[in-house]
């Protein structure tokens, strides 16, 4: 079967837990100099609970789905419950499973985020299936796409992308990628940015744009210059609350976020990056793509779930288009 697009990245069972009884402690001893905790030895009752699939792999082929682009997920789920749950929300938002591979050798991950009401969250996470692909389990005959999309891989699926993005090179795909989040750059930077002439889109945070780049955080300008020389085709900054800049390596876009409400951050990015590459497809126009992916991200903040707030092919939410401002590098 011909796609328009085919996603890889991980395949999950989210797991959402909330109570008002949480409580914030400040320690030197956490990342984030807070942690998010409850009494040793104590039970605490939930405000609400709830269930959804999650994954970045998986969010993001929703997406395309909603969108109207024939799209199929190609990654390990496990012969459990979850993987059942995972597989059978896929087909229901008509993301093809033809690609989907089914093992009993791992179970499939899973999530659980825990949020205290209008504070925060934290997650916890539990490796498996999707996190295991190796290059036997890739189905190169049945690839047969215009894109492939590949979040956020870790584990023995990371090293499944040289050889993919060499294929895609071959057969004239075109390739989205987030091939540099804290697991990948653990494997060391120059094995990353071997990956990177092999890349159309590259879409990255702007901790892991400074990492890569090793310089400077705050130097936006040089990050861009060293990366637009890495980097083929469009490079892409998200910085959270600060909207994105995106460069072509003849412009950079930049853009903020409408006001709006907060429900749940989870899969934020994935509803962002899916949805540029949605919008990038649909006209070749960067200003549009910026203003479909901010829809779409910020329609999922409003609902708990990854996938729930998704927008659907014409839908742009309640908020204004956002102000793209396009500057000559």
């Avoid at 993001?60 to 749950?85: P, W």
């Avoid at 009401?117 to 490796?127: A, E, F, H, M, T």
């Avoid at 590459?277 to 126009?285: F, H, P, R, T, V």
């Avoid at 901010?294 to 729930?308: D, F, H, I």
Wanted: proline share 2%; glycine share 10%.
């Amino acid at each position: 079967m011909k796609y328009d697009i085919i996603t890889l990245g991980s395949a999950t069972q989210d797991i959402f837990m909330a109570s008002s009884d949480l409580r914030v402690v400040k320690g030197e001893e956490f990342i984030t100099k807070k942690g998010l905790c409850m009494p040793l030895g104590s039970k605490m009752k939930m405000d609400s609970t709830s269930f959804a699939m999650g994954g970045c792999g998986t969010n993001a082929a929703v997406t395309f789905s909603r969108q109207e682009l024939k799209t199929a997920y190609l990654g390990l789920i496990g012969k459990d419950v979850f993987g059942k749950t995972v597989k059978d929300e896929l087909i229901a938002q008509g993301v093809s499973p033809d690609l989907l591979i089914e093992t009993d050798k791992y179970p499939t991950a899973f999530s659980v985020i825990i949020s205290l009401p209008d504070v925060g969250r934290s997650i916890l996470k539990k490796l498996g299936a999707c996190h295991e692909m190796t290059d036997e389990d890739i189905p190169y005959d049945k690839i047969d796409t215009k894109w492939i999309y590949a979040g956020s891989l870790s584990g023995n699926a990371y090293k499944t992308l040289d050889k993919l993005f060499d294929f895609a090179i071959e057969n004239n795909i075109k390739v989205m990628a987030s091939p540099v989040g804290q697991s990948q750059l653990a494997e060391g930077l120059e094995r990353t940015r071997r990956l990177l002439d092999k890349i159309d889109i590259l879409i990255v945070n702007q901790e892991e744009a400074a990492r890569l780049a090793q310089i400077d955080f705050n130097k936006e300008d040089e990050i861009f210059k060293v990366l637009d020389e890495w980097v083929k085709g469009i490079i892409i900054i998200t910085k959270g609350p600060e909207g994105v800049v995106v460069s072509d390596g003849e412009y950079h876009y930049s853009a903020g976020i409408p006001e709006s409400g907060l429900a749940d951050r989870t899969g934020a990015g994935d509803a962002f990056s899916s949805a540029f590459l949605a919008g990038y497809i649909e006209k070749e126009d960067i200003v549009h793509a910026i203003q479909l992916a901010t829809a779409n991200a910020t329609s999922v903040l409003q609902k708990m779930g990854a996938t729930n707030g998704l927008l659907k092919k014409g839908e742009w939410g309640e908020w204004e288009k956002v102000k793209v401002e396009k500057i000559k590098i």
